[in-house]
């Protein structure tokens, strides 16, 4: 049997979904946010939290996509340089390409790497995520996954 997420030390978890599927919720219930040592304390990397402005406003801009996407792997990285234990990506990572770099840095530092699918429909999406840019993720992510999730 396998232990609880928060039980696991160094370990990648890389969400895999469509915007709205269920991936943020599920890092949120599943990560480590209270500690006594700073390296149990999980660290999230996402892409989402660069498009956010100091007032809390999610503000999507598609021509800032690749560098936000550099900062996330930057910040991947750091957290694993450092020695945390738990380092989440959540991203959409439809496709096996996304998801690549992290997983290959993760393993080169002997980090296990857990991938987690979410295929779930809650609207709970981003403000501003347009319907189609979330249907093309989905069949991204069945072109890409489906022998994976079944």
Request: aromatic content about 14%; hydrophobic content about 35%.
């Amino acid at each position: 049997m396998t232990p609880p997420i928060k039980d696991l030390k160094y370990v990648a978890i890389i969400m895999h979904g469509w915007s709205g599927s269920g991936k943020s919720t599920f890092v949120e219930q599943n990560r480590t946010t209270s500690v006594h040592d700073l390296k149990d304390l999980d660290v999230v990397a996402s892409a989402d939290e660069f498009f956010y402005d100091e007032l809390g406003n999610y503000n999507f801009r598609e021509d800032m996509l690749e560098r936000v996407h550099s900062l996330c792997l930057s910040k991947f990285e750091l957290a694993i340089v450092n020695g945390i234990h738990r380092v989440w990506l959540d991203n959409t990572n439809c496709t096996t390409w996304e998801s690549e770099p992290y997983e290959q840095f993760a393993r080169t530092h002997n980090y296990d790497v857990i991938h987690v699918f979410c295929t779930g429909n809650f609207r709970n999406y981003e403000e501003g995520t347009e319907p189609q840019y979330i249907k093309k993720q989905k069949i991204n992510f069945e072109m890409h996954w489906r022998n994976i999730i079944e």
